[in-house]
Structures are given as C-alpha cells and as structure tokens.
C-alpha cells in the first residue's frame, strides 16, 4: 500500500491511470502464474516444479529491485504519527463500505482464476496448458485493462467506472461459463479481466483521494480487511465444488460477488450526499479532500 499512495503523490494529474499502470505488473502474474504452472505440470508430471521454478524468478526479482530501486528524498511531513479523524463515524462508515467493494471484487478474482482453470481440466477435460493459458487470458486483459480503464476512470469518475467495471465482469464471468467454445471462452475470460479491472483501480483512487492526509493508512485499512474476508471465497468454492460441481460454484460464488461489488460501491454516494450539506458549512473551519461532502470523484 505504501507505494499505491507514492503513485497517487507522484502523478496527482492523472491518479488512475499511473496507479493502474503500476498494478498491471500485478496482473500479468494472473496470466504467467497459471500458464507456467499448467505447462511444468504437463512437462515435468508434477505441481511442485511450478513452485520451484516461479519462486526461484520471485527471489532474482526481488534482489534486482532492493539493488535497484531509486533514493527517494522524503518531503516534508505534518509529524502526526496517526490521523485521529479516521475514527470519526462518517470515515469509518465509509472505509467499511469501501471494505466491502474490495472484499467482494477480490473474491470474484481469486475465486475465478484459482477454481475456472481446474473446471476447464476436470469438468471440460481441456489439457492443464491449456486451462492454464485459456484462465491465463485473465491476466492480460487486467495487465492491459488497468491503465486504460484507469485513464477513462481519471475522465468520467472512479466510483462510476468501478460500477460498471464489477458489474460487466460478472457478465463476461457468466459468458466465460456458457460458452463451450475455447475461443468465445478465452474473449470472455480477456474482457472480464479488462474491464473488470476498473473496479479495483477505481476503488484505490478513490480512496486514496478521499483521505489524502491518511491515504496509507485508508489504503491499508481496506486491503487487509479484504484479504481476511475474500479467502473465505475459493474454500467456499472448493467446499460447493466437492458436494455439488465446480461450475455450480463459480455460479453461486463467483459471478454473485463480482455484482455485489458493484451494489457495495453504491451506498458511497449515498453518504456522501447525505453529508454534503452538514460538510459544506464547516468547510471553512475543516477544509480538505477527508471531508466526505468535498471528495472527488
């Protein structure tokens, strides 16, 4: 989280797009994470080549970046170890709301990448590269959609396009399960990845901007409360997937999380409109972007 909030700090013209460009590295795991692991699965005859082979580039990467990353001269801080005015209701209210975004959208992701490949290999009967690569398409339609969705998001509103973003993810999500072929399955799979990016992108930002003198602190907050929760997401699926199907999990699991996502994210402007006016009198004695009522979009 610390280096979300720099990349909000450093590009303040257009946060969304740089700060969905740094997350689109992330991405691109989703895609070389399950195609790598489906193709040593087939070669080798065993899961733990994957594991050797991707952990052993995680370690040469991480050297590289402690070798190689820049000195950064900090500016100048307001000194005050921890923002009391996180606790005010009206931010914790909204920080819970925004919990629930990120809780939701990552168990739609989670959900998706790690449980849609294994129904393509044991419910499909596709070869695990294949799976791996079809699942994989995930990934580079997040890797491209991030700055791109990022950049509509800095024009039209972070919460707007985030909407959307859950929303037709959870429809390509539904096509990605309908359609039996490999190519319209790999679109929908692509597309989702693409678009449904914007949620997440469009959450960051707009969290980031909406508590400017804590964004760390906000940014974390919501993070942490979704990895806790959104984990709950994949052992229900595998839960659903031993009684019943895989498929029927990724229906009842899966493509259900990614619209509430999506519904989550609406109560926002809810409490921003009901605040807008008690806010607007006080903005002379407490300006700035933590005031709900003033926040952008």
Not at 64 to 87: N, Y
Not at 178 to 186: H, K, M, T, V
Not at 191 to 197: C, E, H, Q, T
Not at 255 to 276: D, E, K, N, S
């Amino acid at each position: 989280m610390p280096i979300a909030a720099y990349t909000l700090e450093l590009f303040p013209e257009k946060p969304a797009f740089y700060l969905g460009l740094l997350i689109s590295g992330s991405a691109v795991g989703w895609f070389v994470g399950p195609a790598t692991a489906g193709w040593l699965l087939d070669l080798t005859g065993t899961w733990r080549a994957a594991f050797w082979v991707i952990g052993a580039a995680a370690l040469v990467v991480a050297v590289l970046q402690f070798s190689l990353w820049p000195k950064v001269t900090e500016g100048t801080r307001s000194g005050v170890f921890f923002q009391k005015s996180i606790l005010e209701p009206k931010n914790l209210l909204m920080l819970f709301l925004l919990s629930l975004v990120l809780t939701f959208q990552m168990s739609a992701e989670f959900g998706f990448t790690m449980w849609f490949p294994a129904f393509l290999r044991t419910e499909i009967a596709m070869s695990a590269t294949g799976a791996g690569l079809l699942t994989g398409c995930f990934g580079i339609g997040m890797a491209i959609g991030r700055p791109i969705m990022g950049h509509v998001a800095d024009r039209l509103g972070y919460r707007l396009i985030g909407i959307v973003g859950s929303a037709v993810m959870g429809l390509f999500f539904m096509l990605a399960l309908l359609f039996s072929n490999p190519l319209l399955r790999a679109t929908s799979v692509f597309s989702a990845g693409f678009i449904g990016s914007a949620a997440t992108g469009g959450l960051w930002t707009f969290t980031g901007l909406l508590f400017t003198s804590f964004k760390g602190l906000a940014l974390g907050v919501i993070v942490t409360f979704a990895y806790c929760l959104s984990s709950l997401g994949p052992i229900i699926i595998g839960y659903i997937g031993d009684h019943y199907s895989i498929a029927t999990a990724l229906w009842t699991v899966t493509v259900p999380c990614a619209f509430l996502a999506a519904l989550a994210f609406l109560p926002t402007f809810i409490l921003q409109g009901a605040r807008r006016g008690q806010q607007q009198s006080k903005s002379d004695e407490c300006p700035g972007p933590d005031i709900l009522g003033s926040s952008p979009n």
